[in-house]
């Protein structure tokens, strides 16, 4: 089959494998919407082993570096005298900047990455009821982000990889 084709149907054929994993035997440690963010930006990123590599570091960097926002969200006290409003927002713009500055380094260099790390663990911590708490972020559970969001990234970019070989295996070469 062609190469589009090829690769429509070994994703389409993961997705599913992972949607039962998900919902299934790994419900609670294997959040799909996070893995599929990590699959997509393997491929954004080129597909190759560089942009799996940098999905992984940088993705996972970007959930420290929320993890590390949220837990700091945690300390501001109800009365702070700019509000919480205000005070959560300059802890996050902080910490943004932090994110971005690290792309100095060779190893953090993917900016995309990291952002995408960052989104899905305040996408996580902000819409899951009772999640952004001291409790929740500073005990070893899967309801911990370091750990659901940065497991759920990283097989994302395996499920990237194996489709893709998938794909390759499956595509014809026209005469």
């Known amino acids: 089959m062609n190469s589009l084709t090829a690769l429509s149907v070994s994703i389409g054929v993961l997705a599913?494998?992972?949607?039962?994993?998900?919902v299934g035997p790994l419900a609670g440690v294997f959040l799909i919407w996070a893995a599929t963010i990590s699959w997509a930006a393997y491929?954004?990123?080129?597909?190759?082993?560089?942009?799996?590599?940098?999905?992984v570091i940088?993705?996972?960097?970007g959930v420290v570096m929320a993890w590390y926002a949220a837990v700091q969200l945690t300390n501001i006290p109800a009365d702070a005298?700019?509000?919480f409003p205000m005070m959560?927002?300059?802890?996050v713009c902080i910490s943004v900047?932090?994110?971005?500055?690290a792309a100095n380094l060779k190893v953090l260099s993917c900016i995309p990455a990291t952002v995408l790390g960052y989104s899905a663990t305040f996408?996580?911590?902000l819409q899951t009821p009772d999640m952004l708490t001291k409790d929740i972020l500073l005990n070893a559970t899967w309801a911990n982000p370091l750990l659901v969001i940065s497991f759920s990234l990283a097989v994302g970019v395996g499920l990237g990889i194996a489709s893709a070989k998938l794909a390759a295996k499956w595509t014809t070469v026209a005469d």
Do not use: H, P, R
């Open 16 to 22: 599913g494998a992972a949607v039962f994993l998900a």
């Open 43 to 55: 491929f954004a990123l080129g597909g190759t082993d560089e942009a799996a590599k940098n999905t």
């Open 58 to 61: 940088c993705g996972v960097f």
């Open 81 to 83: 005298a700019l509000g």
């Open 88 to 91: 959560a927002g300059i802890v």
């Open 97 to 101: 900047i932090v994110s971005c500055l």
């Open 123 to 125: 996408g996580y911590l």
